[in-house]
């Protein structure tokens, strides 16, 4: 599988963007990036996921390098409600839906009020 | 958020005792995830399964047995708990079956504990 490297903490002011950062060097021209965070106590969630195009949803915008080898999860407006472990994890294409997703160690984020 | 419901959710057992973990989910979903997650180490794939009766191992799926009788249940067994299996266990559901979209929707975790 296709290794992520992420740090392993972060921290941010509540209230201002953050930029979770993602290297992806060993990319396949196939796989996708998703994103997932996992709240204290919690099962992970699903936040975000991408090809190639900058992606938006109601969580987070997803910024993917040209050459796809980094991406970014961008926070707009950080809340104490984004305090969590964020994953970013790279999915191969299949057509039979057992692909499996590949956890590292995330980056804590950690929001200052 | 998706139905899905793990039992139980908290077990404390002894070295060498049989454990099974219950994942159950209401969404009709195909495919079925046991991981479990340690500090340090993110979460594991334990094993899955892609249909009633089928599965197959994850990365760290020594030790661990699963059935799947029917779309809604997915059980995980420790034949002989270990210490090292001292954990916390997370079942996940997704849908489809292409990459694109196969969103996995997490349960809320089982901690087991074995003394």
């Known amino acids: 599988d296709a290794k992520t490297t992420q740090p392993n903490s972060m921290e941010s002011n509540e209230e201002e963007p953050v930029h979770l950062p993602c290297n992806h060097s060993?990319?396949?021209?196939?796989?996708?990036i998703h994103w997932y965070r996992q709240l204290p106590s919690q099962g992970p969630e699903y936040v975000i996921h991408?090809?190639?195009s900058n992606v938006n949803n109601r969580m987070a915008s997803l910024a993917i390098a040209e050459d796809r080898k980094s991406s970014t999860l961008i926070l707009h407006r950080a809340t104490l409600r984004d305090a969590a472990v964020y994953y970013c994890?790279?999915?191969?294409?299949?057509?039979?839906?057992?692909?499996?997703?590949?956890f590292g160690t995330g980056t804590r984020l950690t929001i200052i009020p | 958020d998706a139905g899905i419901t793990q039992s139980p959710r908290h077990k404390v057992t002894e070295t060498g005792t049989p454990v099974t973990l219950r994942c159950h989910q209401t969404?009709?979903?195909?495919?079925m995830y046991w991981y479990r997650q340690d500090p340090g180490h993110g979460l594991r794939l334990i094993h899955y399964?892609?249909?009633?009766?089928?599965?197959d191992k994850g990365e760290v799926s020594d030790g661990y047995s699963v059935s799947r009788s029917k779309t809604e249940d997915f059980l995980l067994t420790l034949e002989s708990a270990t210490s090292s299996q001292t954990s916390v266990y997370f079942c996940?559901?997704?849908?489809?079956?292409?990459?694109?979209?196969?969103?996995?929707?997490f349960g809320p975790g089982t901690r087991l504990t074995v003394l």
């Open positions: 060993t990319i396949s021209g196939t796989d996708y």
């Open positions: 399964s892609y249909g009633v009766k089928d599965t």
């Open positions: 991408g090809l190639t």
């Open positions: 969404e009709n979903h195909r495919y």
């Open positions: 994890i790279l999915r191969g294409f299949s057509n039979f839906g057992n692909e499996k997703l590949t």
């Open positions: 996940a559901i997704s849908e489809s079956g292409t990459s694109e979209y196969n969103e996995q929707f």
